[in-house]
């Protein structure tokens, strides 16, 4: 089966009846147009769930604009529990959902969520269900949800899309398990070249091979084990799929959240997050023991995925074996993230020709979408962005350092976020900044990256800086690399204190080990700037190990 | 000495030259004007500080409008140090003043503070030196600062109206304590009653009593102690001045922390923390037995004021003993939010007639403020407030509950504050909305109180309510109205989850310990809502030991 690679037809209004606005540009409008919102609503086999999303298109540097979700709700409905024989959705699943519709309705009613502003998509279940029909024209009765039922190659798409969105995944797959179903989709070079769904979803394989209320047995969980072989054994490419595999879906976020737990919580969320064969193995053991409505005892299992994320664990384990790796990397997007970047992204992101809704670099849409919601001076920013790039740079040029790109990347982002921590409170606001990045977390750089950033930007105005909150994710050099990416953004920060760009440019020169940094000001010159960077020499010799001069000249 | 009641005269622009939108009222403009800047500079005998505050105009249900700090520069000038025999201002300390001065020129420069929008100030040194106006002429030279130098009874009374605007004071005392000198005010119904200065600040001290890099001897103590003591005795009102007493300053300030750093930090600020008279004899002896330069190893002092900070330590006990009182209780307000709210709130503040700029009810005015900052829809959250005082009025009447006011107190400020979480993103809000509460603190509420109302906010979703991060703080009962006010919250929240004010009002009814709670609802009822209510049946068994039925009718 070959995945839709073209965006899968949307319904409502078409992108052109967005304002003008809404088309990406470095030419901001001087007052921000309202953002406008959206809502993605997943009438999934497990949950069904709505996100409103709002997106801010006058946002800089962010293909699309920014955007943010603002709302979500979430109903456990089950409504692909205990089908019929023939997969007929149950009338007490039935009634939960029309429910959960309401509610949603009721919420988009007092949003002035309009029916073209919802994107309501149904999978698995309703997909397979002969009385989907008169389901779907209930909802739409009762609601102004339009609900489209996604073909097997659509939810696949999305998916995709939400795992190459969020992740720097180029060449290996994407895992999607849902309450109804398994999809994966093989990749190469970030497009899609094979694609696969199986019924193999969590609260279909419960009740086919993990039924009941008592623990299950070990019968139990091998013959779970030999459907899934068998299953997968029917996509030939699935053990060529490369050497990455990315997990979308709860079950997924669930599992990485408990692995987190066992390594020591470091608030970051699950993005990122490695889920090794071995620590599912015991994972499995360890819930296999207990009966399903116990399950949720064990940190990071959500109370209304108890009773399925043992089957959830067990499918996914099954797809390592077949794959031949040895992990599956959690990231926190999903069906419903793809459902709206691929409308979001449609036709705006470069390079020129890019028929897919993705972006160009994830790490940097991430950094640029989080700098859109919350800095306040983004001329400052961009200033001591483009200060600790060219320091970097010429730093490198002359030996003092090995100039190392995924560093260079580091320091970018840093930079761009140092300051967002002023939407919370200008007091330790660079507390608030790391608090900010950890919260929202980066898609697009891995934990201890994310872990880098955010301690450079705590220590971006003063203090030792030191990695001692993420030790749990710490790699050999990160307290070194930490203190040369916080060493380059106090000399720019210092040479931007006054927040007037003052300070044009930089040129560095060398003598063994006396660095002098050549300031090149405005007219009016820079005390201020010399004296701030002058100060930062401790932590330069430190990091770099050179001694630090700086002088100042005519732009 | 009487202190100067009236507002001093302000420099540079009269209020009626704000925007017309300044004056508070409910009819808040549909597009809120930009906020104004307005920078107090801080010419103190210890430190130099600037603090640029903005206002927002148009905010809701806070007199003047909302304010806050959007940023702070701070140089410890010491310009009181080492003065001459006649308490001349040395080359020195001049020379690291004027690069203060032009650093906040500046930064004014860039942020286009013109001279009327910076209310510069200066103290004790700089207010009793001989060459006080070389020195102030030259910084008018190089700078757009046009400083104005405080008498004693302005001093004083910047400082008191810093107390008494950011904590409960009604009948007690205010200590201020600088570099130079040492404020006493006797407060009576709020107003300030008795006043008196002395040149006791820390840094004066310091070099008189404690001089050198040695650890203090007791002789050297002993006759600061006596010193002190000889001093305060001649003001007779000092041993009557009241059951409370609020210190202001930075050693205050600093002295509270380490008080926190014993008691185990909880990352609240400082405000309202007790200085214990014991506790501070404890400090002192650990500080007089350390080098004036390692006292920055005590946990809460900061560097810049280690050297100073013992011989603040000795003269704020001698306040205690010439009071009689047992502690002091810090504020994070000071001298520089003193001088801006008296010329924000002058005029502004009700009841009619009041000629003080005084908030009627501190508390009130943090929530207000807080929430205007953060708060994204508030026609929500004022809703969910008056449901939840409705309620707590309502279930009082039926005895199900005793009314303490104090209490109630905190259910309007948890409702009005449940949601600001959002301003930091969608998810985990209710964890955000308890981080923007610790970390900006609420003047006018105890430690105790805040921690509950961040905790109410914590689990205003879902959960088990705990005081449990907040141990350290936790007075008898605490728990217990944690679950009270969470319940009250929740109800209110979920009968309001349509964000649509569709719930009205409610009646209650008692039969034994069955209470029905009835909604009265508009034309569409409320289904959502009465779903929502019913699933807080459980806590509010908890709370308070009812069983909850919930009905629905027509307002």
Redo the contacts between chains.
């Keep these: 089966m070959r995945p839709n690679l073209t965006a899968p037809a949307a319904a409502g209004t078409p992108e052109s009846a967005l304002p003008a606005a809404a088309v990406t540009g470095d030419h901001a409008p001087s007052r921000p147009a309202a953002p406008a919102r959206r809502a993605v609503v997943d009438l999934g086999s497990n949950t069904f769930r709505m996100v409103v999303f709002a997106v801010d298109p006058s946002a800089r540097r962010v293909p699309g604009g920014a955007w943010?979700?603002?709302?979500?709700l979430y109903e456990p409905v089950r409504i692909g529990a205990e089908l019929g024989p023939g997969g007929e959705l149950q009338p007490r699943s039935l009634r939960r959902a029309l429910?959960a519709i309401?509610?949603f309705d009721?919420?988009c009613?007092?949003?002035d969520l309009t029916t073209e502003r919802i994107d309501a998509v149904a999978t698995s279940a309703i997909r397979e269900a002969p009385n989907q029909a008169a389901f779907l024209d209930q909802a739409r009765d009762i609601s102004r949800l339009n609900p489209r039922v996604l073909t097997r190659e659509q939810e696949a798409t999305y998916g995709y899309l939400a795992a190459v969105n969020s992740t720097t995944l180029v060449d290996g797959g994407v895992l999607d398990i849902g309450g109804g179903s398994l999809q994966l989709v093989r990749t190469r070079d970030r497009r899609a070249t094979d694609a696969r769904s199986w019924t193999l979803g969590a609260v279909r394989t419960t009740e086919r091979f993990l039924p009941g209320d008592a623990p299950a047995s070990k019968a139990e969980i091998k013959a779970l084990r030999r459907h899934v072989e068998r299953e997968l054994a029917d996509a030939p490419w699935v053990d060529r799929i490369g050497d990455r595999l990315v997990g979308v879906g709860g079950a997924v976020r669930n599992l990485a959240a408990a692995v987190q737990h066992r390594h020591g919580s470091t608030d970051l969320g699950v993005q990122g997050v490695l889920v090794r064969r071995a620590t599912l193995e015991d994972l499995i053991e360890e819930l296999a023991a207990l009966a399903p409505r116990d399950r949720r005892a064990v940190d990071g299992i959500k109370p209304s995925r108890a009773d399925v994320i043992l089957a959830a664990a067990v499918t996914i384990e099954g797809v390592l074996k077949a794959t031949g790796l040895d992990a599956v990397e959690a990231t926190e997007f999903g069906l419903r993230e793809g459902v709206f970047l691929d409308r979001h992204l449609a036709g705006r992101c470069g390079p020129e020709g890019e028929p897919l809704p993705l972006y160009p670099d994830v790490g940097d849409a991430a950094v640029r979408n989080l700098a859109a919601r919350y800095d306040e001076d983004p001329a400052h920013s961009d200033h001591v962005e483009h200060l600790a790039l060219e320091l970097f740079d010429r730093l490198a040029e002359l030996g003092v350092h090995d100039g190392d790109p995924a560093e260079r990347r580091l320091v970018a982002a840093a930079a761009a976020l140092h300051d967002i921590g002023?939407?919370?409170?200008?007091?330790?606001h660079h507390k608030?900044g790391r608090?900010?990045v950890v919260?929202?977390g980066l898609p697009g750089f891995s934990p201890p990256e994310t872990a880098l950033i955010g301690q450079a930007i705590r220590y971006h105005r003063k203090g030792s800086p030191t990695m001692k909150p993420f030790r749990a994710l710490e790699r050999d050099g990160d307290e070194q690399r930490l203190d040369r990416i916080s060493a380059l953004l106090r000399l720019a920060e210092g040479m931007e204190r006054?927040?007037?760009q003052a300070v044009r440019r930089v040129e560095c020169s060398r003598d063994g080990d006396e660095v002098t940094l050549d300031m090149r000001c405005g007219p009016d010159g820079a005390?201020?700037a010399r004296?701030a960077a002058e100060g930062q020499a401790a932590l330069v010799r430190r990091a770099f190990g050179v001694r630090l001069t700086v002088t100042e000249a005519a732009a």
């Design positions: 943010r979700q603002t709302a979500e429910i309401q509610l009721h919420f009613r007092s949003h002023m939407a919370v409170g200008y007091d330790d608030h608090y900010l919260t929202n006054g927040h007037d005390p201020v004296w």
